[in-house]
């Protein structure tokens, strides 16, 4: 999808030759942002400017189900932010999940943001390589000569995820282990057989409402 629309924090200002030009982006350029949040465009912008990011196939946006679109596929809810490449298109995605944002927290919007950046920097210079551990790599490093953050404060600007209860729970006949499960299916026992055996599949046992 195309947006050839400013970014919505972007207006333009009459043009003044006496007007020093500002060293972030400049009001013209054409971006393609779905963020509706004052703080994280902010963030975005000085990012850019400070990693020398074209924005011509930049897209961003602080919705998970339009970065999904873009992506065609989900993503897991409980990340901070994400970021992909788009071969066919050539376009960059990046994903500020702001409900997974920590924001009592000053600085964790803004290494969100950085790391995202600094990924589409990476990919840019033809480095590919991931995250090792998040908060404990070279990344977390680069963010915080970047932003200024400490690694603490890196580590902790995504809100930890909230595991919900399993609903079902099946257990094995022959070994009587109990597996818990989000979803009904069909599993055999990975103590009683290191590979998938239908001699030993799992039973269910219970669900979250009662016994079965």
């Given at each position: 999808m195309r947006y050839d629309a400013i970014a919505p924090h972007m207006w333009p200002s009459p043009a003044s030759s006496s007007t020093p030009r500002r060293l972030s982006i400049t009001l013209e350029i054409v971006v393609g942002w779905l963020v509706d949040h004052k703080e994280t465009c902010e963030f975005l912008?000085?990012?850019?400017?400070?990693?020398?990011?074209?924005?011509?196939?930049l897209r961003a946006t602080t919705e998970r189900r339009v970065f999904e679109g873009w992506l065609g596929r989900r993503l897991r809810s409980s990340i901070g932010g994400a970021y992909a490449f788009a071969s066919k298109s050539g376009d960059h995605?990046?994903?500020i999940n702001l409900p997974r944002i920590d924001q009592s927290r000053p600085r964790s919007l803004e290494?969100?943001?950085?790391?995202e950046l600094l990924h589409m920097r990476d990919r840019l210079d033809g480095n590919l390589r991931r995250h090792a551990k998040h908060g404990h790599d070279r990344i977390?490093?680069?963010?915080?000569?970047?932003t200024g953050a400490t690694l603490d404060e890196i580590r902790t600007s995504v809100l930890p995820p909230v595991r919900r209860p399993a609903?079902?729970?099946?257990?094995?006949?022959?070994?009587g282990v109990r597996v818990p499960r989000h979803r009904p299916g069909t599993w055999s026992c990975g103590r009683c057989a290191p590979r998938f055996d239908p001699n030993f599949l799992l039973r269910l046992q219970s669900v979250s409402e009662g016994k079965v």
């Open positions: 912008e000085r990012y850019v400017a400070l990693l020398g990011l074209p924005t011509d196939q995605l990046v994903l290494v969100v943001v950085a790391e977390a490093h680069r963010v915080s000569a970047l609903r079902y729970v099946y257990g094995c006949p022959i070994c």
